[in-house]
């Protein structure tokens, strides 16, 4: 079955950098596309970023534009998101999702893992 463990989160002050980590199991890796997902207590799930399979990325969060990036190595189906200058507003649990597209605009989250927590304090 799909497994998708994270790891990397913790306790960090603001303006620090933290690497999120995913590995995937139970599907084909390389054929998926792939996204972090975060929850902030008492807010809904938010898709961060996505990586296709082919590697082209998109962001849907503005304000990590230029401080976090996705990315994913094939060959050891991983899944990563280097997150520089940290806020405290990034704080949340963060979840490494295998994705699909119900539409060509709209996405499914497929799977998702137990998530890592992040917490930033300033």
């Known amino acids: 079955q799909v497994q998708l463990v994270e790891s990397g989160g913790g306790l960090v002050q603001s303006g620090g950098s933290l690497r999120l980590s995913c590995v995937a199991s139970g599907f084909i890796f390389t054929q998926s596309d792939m996204g972090w997902v975060r929850q902030a207590p008492g807010k809904g799930l938010e898709l961060v970023s996505l990586?296709?399979?082919?590697?082209?990325?998109?962001n849907f969060v503005s304000s990590v534009q230029g401080r976090f990036t996705i990315s994913r190595d094939n060959a050891k189906n991983m899944l990563y998101l280097q997150m520089n200058s940290l806020k405290p507003e990034d704080s949340a649990m963060y979840h490494c999702?295998?994705?699909?597209?119900?539409?060509?605009?709209?996405?499914?989250?497929?799977?998702w893992g137990q998530g890592t927590q992040v917490t930033v304090f300033s």
């Open positions: 999702a295998k994705l699909s597209w119900r539409t060509s605009s709209t996405i499914n989250y497929d799977n």
């Open positions: 990586i296709k399979s082919n590697g082209a990325i998109k």
